[in-house]
């Protein structure tokens, strides 16, 4: 998927979508390493308020800079939010899509290993294509299947197959294989 995800249908691959994809993934997999290892001294809700106040410090200053070189003007930006379905939207994605999602990800990642819990995240991924072919009646391609299947197949493998030992977190134990 992150080759064909490079690709699109007008311009063909594009080697800035394989590395802006590349980048995500990594920045996803240090973010559940940076949040499983914060989870001791800060709650979920704190760990996601600070990321949600990070990303909009960010984002401010990327629109400072828009402003500042004429890429976009402030009328543009205000009209956007006249429109209904936009200030939805955002209180969506805002909200929900970002700060409800953080809290249940560092529940997650406080009472799940990392592995299990990014596992569970990538169940995103197949629930965005089913959504898009539902609702949106996007086309739905024999990749997107075969991906679907592979993420679905690894996210049910690492929840149900045990390594004997100990659980890395302190004080739970899974159970040892008996031979």
């Given at each position: 998927m992150l080759l064909i995800g490079s690709t699109d249908s007008v311009r063909g691959f594009d080697i800035r979508g394989l590395l802006f994809l590349s980048a995500t993934f990594l920045m996803e997999a240090l973010n559940g390493v940076i949040i499983r290892y914060l989870k001791e001294e800060y709650s979920a809700a704190e760990i996601s308020f600070a990321s949600c106040a990070i990303s909009f410090g960010i984002t401010m200053i990327v629109l400072a800079f828009q402003f500042g070189f004429h890429v976009i003007e402030l009328p543009v930006v205000l009209a956007a939010f006249q429109e209904g379905k936009f200030v939805a939207a955002v209180l969506?994605?805002?909200?929900?899509?970002?700060?409800?999602?953080?809290?249940?990800?560092?529940?997650?990642?406080?009472?799940?290993?990392?592995?299990?819990?990014?596992?569970?995240?990538?169940?995103?991924?197949?629930?965005?294509?089913?959504?898009?072919?539902?609702?949106?009646?996007?086309?739905?391609?024999?990749?997107?299947?075969?991906?679907?299947?592979?993420?679905?197949?690894?996210?049910?493998?690492?929840?149900?197959?045990?390594?004997?030992?100990?659980?890395?977190?302190?004080?739970?134990?899974?159970?040892q294989k008996t031979t």
């Open positions: 969506f994605f805002g909200f929900f899509g970002t700060f409800v999602v953080g809290i249940l990800k560092g529940y997650m990642l406080q009472h799940m290993t990392a592995l299990k819990a990014t596992a569970w995240f990538n169940a995103g991924t197949p629930a965005a294509v089913i959504a898009g072919v539902l609702f949106l009646k996007e086309p739905l391609y024999f990749y997107q299947v075969a991906c679907t299947i592979l993420i679905l197949t690894g996210v049910i493998g690492t929840q149900v197959c045990r390594s004997g030992g100990t659980d890395p977190r302190p004080g739970l134990k899974t159970k």
